[in-house]
């Protein structure tokens, strides 16, 4: 027989109005405490289990709406949260549906770092292949490791104005040149590696990237504590 909270309330009611008839107040409320405890507690309990349920997901599972990225750089996490709410702020999202994080570093390729929390490489991978990363800035080793691994970011052809240096790929636009990465000059001495901020083809969150591209032209590279 399938479970009916609701019959099973009336059946509790039932049966303490048949077992109470003729009891006063206080002997009806007394008898209910003592007999009736356990069924109260399970109802309130399973009650209580269902609007935490509710509740956890009409508010507290909202997936972001924008996720940026940062690989193998220095920007400090009180740093990446400010700059998440300024662009919430500036393009109209919830604050805490925007996400910029900088706790990605690992080694690829050529490059190798030593105590580093490697972990961070399967979850960079597994959320590109989830579409969950909007932005990413990276170094442009990086960006052709990327590549390589079968990735792609899109045109940006149209989307970027004279604040920033184009990066060109293949004759398309496909990322913009933030500067020199230094983590990367400091870790192998390679003072040409440029830092890019680009976006993958698999981001879901068109619209809120041609937000991102240009809150970053407005506030420039300093922004990125760079």
Known sequence: MEFSMKEYIKEIIAGIREKTSGMGKKEKFMYILEYYWYHILGVTATVALVLLFILHYAYGNKKPVFTCVLVNQEMEMEEAQKTAKDFAVSSGLPEEQVVISPDYTFSYGDVVLEGVNESSYEKFFFQWKNQEIDAVIIPESFYLYIKEEGGGFKGLNGKITEEFEPYM???????????????????????????LLAFPDSGRHTEECWEFLKFAEENGTGKWGM
């Open 169 to 195: 790929d293949n004759g398309i636009c496909t990322a913009v040149i933030l500067g020199k990465d230094s983590f990367t000059q400091k870790i192998s001495g390679k003072e040409d590696e440029k830092l």
